[in-house]
């Protein structure tokens, strides 16, 4: 009876004290890490849109879309002190954000795509702040908030590729 006791412990042991998933990594002491490094988020694949040069001039003193893409190379850097911090600062910096929009962008499909940006921000800023996330989830917190961004350049672009496109049939016409 003891030698079937301690077969079974033996074997719970073996079973679940190897428990080591794909997402671990050893780290430089050969211990398995779950923290997110920043070849991790390198790796994450999506289309990255940059702004347009004229987008650029037109954001130029839009703040707050300066600080956030400041905060955004953090991130691609492992540095999640702004995303982890109070959410009310969080919530703060997104007001302030749409309110020193500048009227040129202020459009719907730009302002929807704040919002999205806005909720993937504040679910980043959960995820990361739980101890019992998985690295895989954090990591696809990480994506959709960066595709939302990318995504709020992309609607920037197009409105001000559209802009260019409508002045240029105006002087045709005349």
């Not at 794909?22 to 694949?45: C, F, W």
């Not at 004229?54 to 905060?71: G, H, I």
């Not at 954090?138 to 595709?147: H, P």
């Amino acid at each position: 009876m003891r030698r079937n006791l301690f077969y079974f412990a033996f074997f719970s042991f073996f079973t679940f004290g190897c428990n080591t998933t794909s997402n671990q990594k050893l780290d430089e002491s050969g211990q398995v890490s779950d923290h997110i490094a920043v070849n991790d988020i390198e790796s994450l694949r999506f289309d990255d849109y940059a702004l347009s040069s004229d987008s650029e001039k037109a954001l130029e003193n839009w703040q707050k879309y300066q600080e956030l893409n400041d905060q955004i190379g953090y991130l691609k850097k492992a540095d999640f002190s702004f995303f982890i911090g109070e959410k009310k600062i969080l919530k703060t910096f997104i007001n302030d954000f749409k309110v020193e929009m500048p009227e040129t962008i202020n459009t719907a499909p730009i302002l929807s795509r704040i919002t999205a940006l806005e909720t993937k921000l504040l679910k980043l800023s959960s995820t990361l702040k739980l101890d019992n996330m998985d690295k895989a989830t954090q990591l696809s917190c990480i994506k959709e908030f960066l595709v939302a961004m990318s995504n709020l350049n992309l609607q920037i672009n197009k409105k001000f590729e559209l802009d260019a496109n409508l002045v240029g049939k105006d002087d045709n016409i005349e």
